[in-house]
């Protein structure tokens, strides 16, 4: 039995991989704050022997100090200790002020990053971003992660603080496998959605639950010609898992995560729309956002070709999946 210690356990991708992880038959101890989720997303897993949550911040001197204890005494029952770091401050509201994504997602990662080596951990995840593109963000094939970044300056858009301190955790990670503390790599992740996103700023959730409440849903103007691909949360979770079951793999490098659907946000709307049956939703443009990549396209050949991992749900039935979780 492996043990694996995941933070932002509620979000996203923390959810579904601590999921998969206990129906392995592996303990996970995980914590979160809840800062843009819930316990909801892990209600299934509660009471479960092998699921142990904490409402922990990754800030807190004392909480982590009461991991320490927790991990020190469970990991000696176990085969591997894994740490994975999925908590982050991910919203674009937020990308523009500089401290309040400086210490969650750089300050944050470092110090996990260093307690997994202190405790003896063989591998460490980091779940980066994909904006760490920033302006260079498409290109024929996706963009690939040798390729050079095209950053928004400082003058043009303060969200470019989050995308250097994304960027900055790389760093982190491939220095720490280089000096041999570790094992591990970096993740770019492309827009992550689940049935469980409650953030309502969050592109889908906001479609969807605009759309079932009134018919009709508010977009930026950048929203006529945005063209995304979305990363279904159980995609982002096998991609985790294949990594770490490839060892070669944890090089420090970074890996893309997405899927080949891109959509235009207009179009998403259309599609939601139609999965509630909702024949002609109103779209109003409100509102415009500086430095928004028109495309965002990953090349995803490194993962795949290393790992033999591949999206296995396509959007439209992700979407469906979203809708009926609403009912």
């Not at 591997?80 to 509201?93: D, F, G, M, P, S």
């Not at 779209?283 to 965002?296: C, H, L, V």
């Amino acid at each position: 039995m492996d043990l694996y210690v995941i933070s932002g356990v509620t979000g996203m991708t923390g959810n579904e991989l601590a999921r998969q992880v206990v129906s392995q038959g592996h303990k996970v101890i995980g914590f979160d704050n809840f800062f843009a989720s819930s316990i909801d997303t892990v209600k299934d897993l509660l009471g479960n022997k092998n699921f142990i949550f904490h409402e922990y911040d990754i800030n807190s001197k004392s909480d982590m100090a009461s991991l320490v204890e927790e991990v020190k005494q469970e990991k000696v029952k176990s085969n591997r200790l894994i740490y994975v770091n999925c908590a982050a401050v991910v919203h674009t509201e937020h990308f523009y002020y500089v401290n309040r994504t400086f210490e969650t997602n750089v300050l944050g990662m470092k110090l996990f990053l260093e307690q997994a080596q202190e405790l003896g951990a063989g591998i460490y995840i980091n779940c980066s971003t994909s904006e760490v593109y920033s302006m260079n963000s498409w290109c024929e094939g996706g963009v690939k992660e040798s390729d050079f970044l095209t950053l928004a300056n400082a003058e043009h858009s303060q969200r470019t603080s989050y995308a250097t301190g994304k960027l900055l955790t790389e760093f982190f990670m491939r220095e720490a496998v280089a000096d041999g503390k570790i094992k591990g790599c970096s993740i770019r992740f492309a827009n992550v959605y689940s049935k469980h996103e409650l953030y309502p700023k969050h592109i889908i959730p906001h479609i969807i639950n605009s759309l079932k409440a009134t018919g009709k849903v508010e977009l930026l103007e950048n929203s006529k010609i945005n063209r995304r691909t979305f990363l279904h949360n159980y995609d982002s979770c096998a991609a985790v898992l294949a990594l770490i079951n490839t060892e070669d793999a944890l090089d420090g490098s970074v890996y893309n995560v997405g899927t080949e659907e891109e959509i235009s946000i207009v179009d998403l709307v259309y599609l939601c729309a139609k999965k509630l049956n909702i024949e002609n939703p109103q779209i109003i443009f409100n509102g415009y956002r500086a430095s928004d990549p028109e495309r965002r396209l990953l090349s995803c050949k490194k993962l795949k070709t290393r790992t033999g991992w591949q999206p296995a749900v396509t959007l439209e039935k992700g979407i469906e999946m979203c809708v009926e979780a609403l009912k």
